[in-house]
């Protein structure tokens, strides 16, 4: 068992599909941003060489826009897929629950607490 009751269960899995919609929407904004800045300017040969640096750092912080959003729609699809063979709410790590107020606070989570701190320390 995961320790989730059913309409916890429910209540995070409605939670998680939500976030994906958003992200998928919102990613679809940050490519189309992506398409509107590639669009060279209609003066390309006239741009100044500052022009075109900022133009590039514009490049730069849409792709990385566009990444964080699809990281994190990946997270939380992973998250979706565990409610198909059950094993939502289990930590990937240990095996023990990860808590309704732990997932509650962060529902694509994916190691409990302890395994989280202990994988962060490491980091360190
Ligand atoms: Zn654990």
Not at 37 to 45: F, G, S, T
């Amino acid at each position: 068992m995961n320790g989730l009751e059913e309409q916890q269960w429910q209540a995070l899995r409605a939670r998680l599909e939500r976030a994906r919609n958003a992200l998928l929407s919102q990613l679809a904004d940050d490519l189309d941003r992506d398409t509107d800045v590639r669009l060279p300017p209609p003066h390309e040969a006239e741009a100044s060489p500052a022009d075109n640096a900022s133009q590039r750092t514009l490049n730069a912080l849409v792709h990385e826009t566009a990444a964080h959003t699809s990281k994190q729609l990946s997270m939380v699809r992973q998250a979706l897929a565990k409610f198909d063979d059950l094993s939502y709410g289990l930590c990937e790590n240990c095996g023990e629950e990860i808590g309704f107020s732990r997932l509650d606070a962060r529902p694509e989570a994916r190691l409990c607490i302890l395994c989280q701190t202990r994988m962060e320390q490491r980091r360190r």
